[in-house]
């Protein structure tokens, strides 16, 4: 087949089998799907932010080696059908605009590996540093006891909760019945089955007369504006954890209502609202509202401690 000698065409006009040919090592592989990324000017924000960790992604994830395998494994020779798995991806990739974990059918979060797929959202949250920190700024003595994840989707804060403070319990809350199933196979996967539960619940509905030490959660906050304006590879999540509204604090007003019953009276609330906190200060300017701030990035997670509830209690009604 004839190739054209403009750069700005992708190779991937070429047959899997013809692609396959060219390539030796996985260096040959990383350096043309990272090309090959660059030109179909794909959208990067499910774990990786540039064409060159998505390639890096992609090729290790293929291989199933780790992120921080030996840089000298980059010059061995692949099997033709480890090319043929690393193309196939790449093709997908480029022509479905489907997020990297939803291929590979992984993503990493805490340090902790989890399945996922469009029941679920692609874990991303920077919760995962306060997790990886054992919530230590509310909790620097004794790790709280009982946690909820609201909203779990996945199971991923809540079973890496469970992984970091090995004697706590965790109850993972899911209005969708799809997305429990990837939670607990995120349970079984990391054997978390003697203190960690998958509850059916429409927020705190199906909760009734349990109290947390903490309660976290990662709702749905996007607002219509944005909502309509996602990149392609947003739209193979499901809307249902995506969208919450007009302003997107449907779900988190609801959250901040009820939240109090369910909190032991030192307990706190950690809630994710992402692009949506400039809608939640609008929304309750009387509220103090601690916004965290992370080492990794990420903006818009938010903590109120059972107290402060209290005291703002006829705000939220």
Same mark, same amino acid.
């Given at each position: ?13 070429? !047959? ?15 350096? *043309? ?6 030109? =179909? /000017? ?9 064409? *060159? ?13 780790? *992120? ?56 991303? !949250? ?27 989707? !996945? ?11 090995? /004697? ?32 059916? !619940? ?6 009734? /007369? ?27 999540? +499901? ?8 302003? /997107? ?35 309750? +300017?009387?509220?103090?509202?601690? *916004? ?10 938010? =903590? ?14």
């Amino acid at each position: 087949m004839a190739v054209s000698n403009d750069v700005s065409t992708s190779t991937l006009q070429l !047959s899997d089998s013809e692609l396959c040919d060219g390539f030796v090592t996985l260096r040959d592989c990383l350096r *043309w799907a990272a090309s090959e990324f660059h030109l =179909a /000017g794909l959208f990067y924000g499910h774990g990786t932010d540039s064409a *060159w960790d998505e390639a890096v992604a992609l090729t290790l994830g293929a291989l199933h080696l780790p *992120w921080n395998v030996d840089p000298a494994v980059l010059d061995a020779r692949l099997l033709p059908m480890e090319r043929s798995r690393i193309v196939s991806l790449v093709r997908a990739r480029v022509e479905t605009r489907r997020p990297l974990p939803y291929l590979l059918g992984e993503a990493f979060f805490a340090g902790f590996p989890f399945c996922v797929d469009e029941r679920v959202l692609i874990p991303r !949250s920077p919760i995962a540093e306060l997790i990886e920190h054992g919530f230590a700024a509310w909790f620097p003595g004794e790790p709280p006891a009982r946690v909820l994840d609201l909203c779990t989707g !996945s199971g991923c804060i809540g079973v890496a909760t469970a992984l970091h403070l090995p /004697g706590c319990e965790v109850d993972l809350a899911d209005i969708s019945a799809e997305a429990l199933e990837v939670a607990r196979i995120n349970i079984t996967r990391h054997d978390v089955g003697d203190r960690v539960r998958a509850v059916e !619940s429409d927020l705190f509905d199906g909760l009734a /007369g349990r109290r947390y030490d903490l309660i976290v959660s990662n709702p749905p906050y996007v607002d219509a504006r944005d909502l309509a304006t996602m990149p392609t590879e947003f739209r193979h999540e +499901p809307a249902l954890a995506l969208g919450a509204g007009r302003d /997107g604090l449907d779900i988190v007003r609801r959250i901040l209502c009820q939240a109090r019953e369910h909190l032991t009276d030192d307990g706190v609330l950690i809630v994710e609202v992402g692009n949506s906190d400039r809608h939640l200060e609008a929304a309750f +300017p009387e509220v103090p509202f601690l *916004w965290l701030e992370f080492e990794r990035g990420g903006q818009g997670v938010f =903590a109120l401690t059972a107290a402060e509830l209290d005291a703002h209690a006829a705000s939220f009604v």
